[in-house]
């Protein structure tokens, strides 16, 4: 059991728009730490996709982004492409675990 | 550009030791401002986070609770490179182990991974 809670699907179809939650509590999102998201496309490893909230790296469309509120944060994605298949996380600190945790992943099929 | 090169046996023995190397090119492990992790992903625990290793005038390390008795990470800086081991292995380890650096809390580059199998 994941200490942040994603729900585990989430489908849309293209160009819809789509949010992926993730939930925490009060020693970690709640707490005030950061949230990031990852995108895992099969057979990969994660590729950073939000970092802080709302940041972008380089190279990531601006359909994805970031927001929090309380001791949640959301992942949307706008104008879904079939290219956005893939596996999601978010990830944050936790100060009663003294680390990080992670969401247990929201596998995105696009219709 | 950075990258992150695994190495490591991909079968170790129950109560025996798992290691990893991970060899860094494009940075350097002392550098101050990034912190060297080790993160595994199974279907049954999903992404997990073990452990760091970190310079900021010294070395620092930081391990999961869940296997704080049992890792070690260490960098190596004649290398370049950094390395995991988690002693007494049991099944419930097997996973496929990612090498992460990482800078103010989120994971910038990933290793390859290294599928893990825990089995006599």
């Known amino acids: 059991q994941s200490v942040l809670t994603q729900p585990p699907s989430v489908s849309g179809a293209p160009g819809q728009r789509v949010t992926i939650s993730c939930t925490g509590s009060?020693?970690?999102?709640?707490?005030?730490?950061?949230v990031h998201w990852y995108q895992q496309l099969p057979g990969t490893a994660p590729k950073l996709l939000i970092y802080t909230y709302n940041n972008r790296p380089s190279g990531v469309p601006d359909r994805f982004s970031g927001s929090k509120s309380g001791t949640s944060a959301s992942l949307a994605i706008a104008g879904l492409q079939a290219e956005d298949e893939a596996d999601y996380y978010c990830q944050s600190y936790d100060s009663s675990l003294s680390g990080w945790v992670f969401g247990g992943g929201t596998k995105l099929t696009v219709l | 550009q950075v990258q992150l090169q695994q190495s490591g046996p991909g079968l170790v023995k129950p109560s025996q030791t798992l290691s990893l190397t991970c060899v860094i090119s494009g940075d350097s492990v002392s550098t101050n401002s990034v912190a060297w992790n080790w993160i595994r992903q199974s279907p049954s625990r999903g992404l997990e986070w073990l452990g760091r290793t970190y310079y900021r005038s010294k070395w620092y390390n930081e391990y999961a609770v869940s296997v704080k008795s049992r890792i070690t990470i260490n960098p190596d800086t004649s290398k370049n490179q950094f390395s995991l081991q988690l002693n007494s292995v049991t099944p419930e380890d097997t996973a496929v182990y990612y090498c992460?650096?990482?800078?103010?809390?989120?994971?910038?580059?990933w290793g390859q991974g290294t599928l893990v199998t825990v089995s006599s």
């Open positions: 009060s020693s970690n999102i709640g707490a005030g730490y950061d």
């Open positions: 992460v650096r990482a800078k103010d809390g989120y994971c910038l580059n």
